[in-house]
């Protein structure tokens, strides 16, 4: 992979206040050796997770060799057979740069096993750790640390921000604060509790000695909260950019922030800080995991507590997208002609599959051609225009909560009581309604028995954690939808500008530390959305 160039311009603003924090300190000749062009070797700190396949991708004690460091934000690196971008910040340049990267793994497990002297061990390590006891207190210390730290920012906003700005309703209506703040103050209630179950089962004296795992399995269900406030960030910041174009909202937060004493980082730089957080409790833990004992009481809880995190994660980060992709299926919905009924998003999310499919159905038992629409709840489909085949009618759907999918053998299908091949049977839970459905061939045939019992469980999954779009998100889509259609925009959605980069054999830059938002920390990259994938290849969106 070639490596790019960029301007290497980054604002504090741009930042956020967490990267900021985590911006490590080189020593300058180490530094000086990166920038002469040297390859030096960095051990990877978190697992950062590749957002494009311009960045390099690793995992937490990664071992990376930096190629390039000319740049102090973003660096360009190498494991093994793949090479990219990643944040400086994310690493530790390992003490000794003469030892082999071969060693490195004999190091670890002679390190963990206690076959190594101190004096070795505190070279590898660094000075201050001579041993995994000493390392699993300063995780827990920095656990303890960053927790009270994050309390004192959620009370700094709280209070310097939302409560001033609740005083000035001839600034800010209530909706308008909801937008910028979310459910900010939800969280701060529920940080303070953890922060004191934290405390309890903290050993002052013995810190490697705390069992702290614990605490996060009990509130585990409680940082589901946090979904809600990840998936409003973006209208927050659209929102605070439009005040701050009217100087007199710029005076008034810097006299928040100055009135609270808090550190100079605008308004959209703290808000940043809960999204940040909820990221990297997966990856203090792994932390955690690393330097405990299986032996330990608390390795067990732990190790249950990393897993309840990633999951709580993957949860976020899964509404997050289904909520980003509401707004594409209100367009899709605008682009369908002779649309009847409710709206797709009175009862879904997300698009599970679509695809063309032969369709039999009584009382008249006559093959038709049409093109059909998979959604959690419910399945659509519709007739293609003979002439204009970029054109598609709507014609019925079918509620999937009412249906029950029936494999069905090839040759002679009783109820219709003709041939068939590659036929799948939806038969109504109630009632008469029967449809039988044909594909071209076997593979797709699968491909519809696997989507329809993806249906089913994710249907389920949204039951059991409550997953549900409000009226107001519904609305802003639909609203968003038509205001394309009157704008003149085409109905066809056309591959974005970024997808064009992606195909580029030259990458460049990225242009910014990435905002940690959820995306499924300490895991592999997350499949693509399908949704893309299934909407592009029908015509109707094909100009």
């Keep these: 992979m070639a490596r790019g160039s960029g301007s290497g311009r980054w604002s504090r603003q741009r930042l956020g206040f967490f990267s900021t924090m985590l911006r490590c300190n080189l020593p300058p000749e180490t ?109 827990i210390n920095e656990i303890m640390s960053t927790e009270r730290d994050y309390i004192k920012h959620l009370k700094d906003i709280c209070e310097g921000y939302v409560k001033q700005c609740r005083k000035r309703t001839d600034m800010f209506t209530e909706e308008q604060l909801c937008t910028i703040f979310g459910n900010i103050e939800e969280i701060y209630r ?64 810097e006299a928040c922030r100055l009135l609270q004493k808090m550190i100079d980082i605008s308004l959209d730089g703290f808000l940043l800080t809960p999204v940040q957080k909820i990221c990297k409790y997966p990856l203090q833990l792994a932390e955690l995991l690393k330097y405990t004992n299986p032996q330990h009481r608390d390795y067990t809880d732990v190790e249950a507590a990393l897993n309840a995190m990633k999951n709580v994660a993957r949860l976020i980060n899964e509404r997050k997208r289904r909520l980003e992709n509401i707004d594409k299926i209100a367009q899709w919905q605008s682009s369908i002609e002779d649309w009847e009924g409710e709206d797709v998003l009175s009862r879904s999310s997300d698009l599970i599959f679509s695809g063309e499919l032969s369709k039999l159905s009584h009382p008249h038992a006559r093959s038709q051609q049409r093109m059909f629409f998979l959604f959690d709840h419910q399945m659509v489909y519709c007739k293609k225009d003979l002439l204009r085949r970029d054109m598609l ?76 779009l409000t009226d107001v998100q519904k609305k802003q889509a639909l609203l968003n939808a038509r205001k394309s259609h009157l704008a003149g925009k085409p109905k066809a959605v056309t591959r974005t500008y970024y997808d064009f980069l992606m195909r580029q054999k030259h990458p460049s830059l990225p242009s910014a530390v990435p905002r940690q938002q959820v995306f499924m920390l300490a895991e592999p990259k997350r499949k693509t959305s399908t949704f893309w994938h299934n909407i592009g290849r029908l015509t109707p969106f094909k100009k």
């Design 31 to 139: 530094q000086k050796l990166i920038s002469d062009g040297s390859v030096v070797y960095a051990e990877a700190l978190w697992d950062h997770v590749t957002m494009d396949d311009q960045e390099l991708g690793f995992k937490a004690g990664d071992v990376i060799e930096v190629v390039d460091a000319t740049n102090k934000e973003w660096w360009w690196g190498r494991i093994t057979d793949s090479e990219g971008w990643f944040p400086a910040s994310f690493v530790r340049l390992r003490v000794n740069q003469d030892e082999p990267m071969d060693d490195y793994p004999t190091h670890l497990e002679d390190a963990q096993a206690g076959e190594e002297n101190r004096e070795g061990l505190g070279l590898f390590l660094g000075p201050g750790l001579p041993c995994k006891e000493q390392m699993r207190t300063n995780v």
């Design 190 to 253: 529920f940080q303070r509790k953890f922060l004191k179950g934290l405390e309890k089962n903290f050993n002052k004296e013995q810190p490697h000695l705390s069992e702290i795992g614990c605490c996060f399995l009990e509130h585990q269900t409680d940082f589901q909260i946090y979904s809600e406030y990840c998936n409003n960030h973006p209208n927050a910041c659209i929102q605070i950019s439009k005040l701050v174009k009217v100087n007199k909202y710029v005076f008034f937060f």
């Design 393 to 468: 009618y709507y014609k019925s759907r079918m509620d999937m909560d009412c249906m029950i999918v029936i494999d069905v053998e090839d040759g002679k299908e009783k109820d219709f009581n003709i041939s068939v091949k590659n036929a799948i049977k939806l038969r109504a839970l109630a009632g008469d309604e029967i449809h039988l459905l044909c594909s071209k061939k076997p593979e797709q045939k699968q491909r519809w028995l696997r989507a329809f019992a993806d249906e089913r469980i994710q249907v389920q999954h949204d039951s059991e954690t409550g997953f549900s």
